[in-house]
């Protein structure tokens, strides 16, 4: 059973940063992305940024103020958040494309982690 677990989360001022962590663990036999989803109040959820084969894409919301990091050895990949805006207060999600043991390829999401941001 693959799981992910995120955490980071938190009540921050405009400016301010934030790092979020997501971790997969369980039957993994191969990660082929990971990424990092939002979705605000009475919003849908969005596309912040997705990894895949070394090469990161984010949305334009983002403009140069978040970085998406991964550990492969941890199976853990993270978000830099920096000069936070209130509209970025949202849930952040996790995201991975996972194989199993069983070569079974799947979407898998975290349970998401609260980011309030200030005015």
């Known amino acids: 059973q693959v799981q992910l677990v995120e955490s980071g989360g938190g009540l921050v001022q405009a400016g301010g940063s934030l790092r979020l962590s997501c971790t997969a663990s369980?039957?993994?036999?191969?990660?082929?992305?990971m990424a990092w989803y939002r979705q605000a109040p009475g919003a849908q959820r969005e596309l912040v940024v997705i990894?895949?084969?070394?090469?990161?894409n984010y949305a334009d919301f983002v403009g140069g103020r978040f970085t998406i990091s991964r550990d492969n050895a941890k199976n853990t990949v993270y978000l830099q958040m920096n000069s936070l805006r209130p509209e970025d207060t949202a849930v952040y999600y996790c995201?991975?494309?996972?194989?199993?043991?069983?070569?079974?390829?799947?979407?898998?999401w975290g349970q998401g982690t609260q980011v309030t941001v200030s005015s």
């Open positions: 995201y991975a494309d996972i194989s199993n043991g069983a070569l079974a390829r799947a979407d898998y």
């Open positions: 369980g039957n993994i036999f191969a990660i082929h992305g």
């Open positions: 990894t895949r084969a070394g090469v990161s």
